[in-house]
Structure formats: C-alpha cells, structure tokens
C-alpha cells in the first residue's frame, strides 16, 4: 500500500488561512469516508483534529475543517497562530482492510 | 481521563524479539479497537496493526505480517505487540492509539511511545 501524497510544507502568516491537501486513490481516500487528520508538534505523540473527512473531535478548535473531493481530502486551518506550527499527516481506511498514512506536512506560520 | 502508557522499547538485536505494552485507563477498554504505530527517526507515521475490542480481529500492514502479532487482554486492560524476527528497518517510536467509536474511524487518544532500536 503506497503512502497518501500530502505536500512537503506549506505555510502561511498569522491570521490567514492554510490547507493542506492529501491524495490517494479510489481505493483509499476515493473510497471511503475514513480520512483522518492528526497534528504532531516534535518530540510528542499525535494528536487526532479530524475524523470522517470532516469530524472534529470534542475539545478541538472549530479553526480546524476538512473535506474530500474524489481522491483528495483537505485540511483548513483558518486565523492561523503560532502554536499551530506543526506536522500535519493524514490517514485513510483502505480497501484492503488497513489503513495508510500520508507522508506528513510541515506548516510554518511566518 | 483517558490514559495510554506504552512501555517494552529497547535495543535489541537483528533477529530478536521484543513485547510491548500499553496500559489503557479511563475508559471502557473492551468496547474500542486499538492499534500500533510507528515512526522511524525524523520519518512520518506508519501503520502497523489494529485489533477489534474483543480481540477476535486483527488486522497488519504488509511489512509486519508474519512476524508482528497484536493481542490484548481485557481483563488487564492492556494491549500487546510481539515483534519476532526484528530488522534494523523496524527502528522506531512505537505509539499505541485508541480508536473511535467507528472502528476506522482514527485514533482519538495516543500512548507517549516507546523506542525500538533494531541494532547489533
């Protein structure tokens, strides 16, 4: 199973908005509704932002929104701050029963 | 409050074996999945394993099957990872998730790690 595209880094100014994109195929990201999105600030574990393409879970900023269109999911992260510096993967349920990452995004807020 | 406490990392040599643990609190353990997953040093996350609440089902990535078995009891609230016939490519922080309430769904809580360290 070979790994979700996400883009190297993205960034963007304090205020503005970033998203960060994540591509797959039919039988991934295309296929289901079992995208997720995690932050990863270095040196801790990752923390779950989205679930379901579009869920946030309780206690997670409403800054925070994803979507997919075909193969490709997106996460937005709208009035960026500092803190939210941070690696960015996503991952999808496979249709071999598994579930496969993303290679991780790295978002600088200048 | 929701706790995860991986434990087991160690160094240990090409071809060994090695358990890890994670000690689960604060919820009602047998009602979600879990799972392992790694990240090779300054490498992204990658999947490895997911077991059902009952531990009846068990699922791998490809690069585990065989040598990588999950298991849990419920009684202890604790989840497993044996890893047998360990490679240097098997280096990594070792996390353990909690699912939602969709099996597939994602993990909504995660272990600190542990480190694995495949080397003679």
């Known amino acids: 199973q070979s790994a979700l595209t996400q883009p190297a880094s993205v960034s963007g100014s304090p205020g503005q908005s970033s998203t960060i994109s994540c591509t797959g195929t039919?039988?991934?990201?295309?296929?289901?509704?079992?995208v997720s999105w995690y932050q990863q600030h270095p040196g801790k574990a990752p923390k779950l932002m989205i679930y379901?393409?579009?869920n946030r879970p309780s206690g997670v900023s409403n800054r925070f929104s994803g979507s997919k269109s075909g193969n490709t999911a997106s996460l937005t992260i709208s009035g960026l701050q500092a803190e939210d510096e941070a690696d960015y993967y996503c991952?999808?349920?496979?249709?071999?029963?598994?579930?496969?990452f993303g290679g991780g995004t790295k978002l600088t807020v200048l | 409050e929701v706790q995860l406490l991986d434990s087991g990392g160690d160094l240990v040599q090409p071809g060994g074996s090695l358990r890890l643990s994670c000690a689960a609190s604060?919820?009602?353990?047998?009602?979600?999945?879990m799972s392992w997953v790694r990240q090779a040093p300054g490498k992204g996350l990658e999947w490895v394993s997911d077991?059902?609440?009952?531990?009846?089902?068990?699922y791998y990535a490809d690069s585990v099957k065989g040598r990588f078995t999950i298991s849990r009891d419920n009684s202890k609230n604790t989840l497993y990872l044996q890893m047998n016939s360990l490679r240097a490519e098997d280096t990594a922080v070792y996390y353990c998730?909690?699912?939602?309430?969709?099996?597939?769904?994602?993990?909504?809580?995660w272990g600190q790690g542990t480190l694995v360290t495949v080397s003679s």
């Open positions: 998730g909690k699912g939602t309430a969709d099996f597939w769904g994602g993990y909504d809580y």
């Open positions: 077991i059902s609440g009952s531990g009846r089902t068990t």
């Open positions: 039919s039988s991934d990201v295309g296929g289901y509704n079992y």
């Open positions: 991952s999808s349920y496979t249709i071999s029963s598994t579930r496969v």
């Open positions: 604060g919820f009602t353990f047998s009602s979600y999945a």
């Open positions: 379901d393409v579009s």
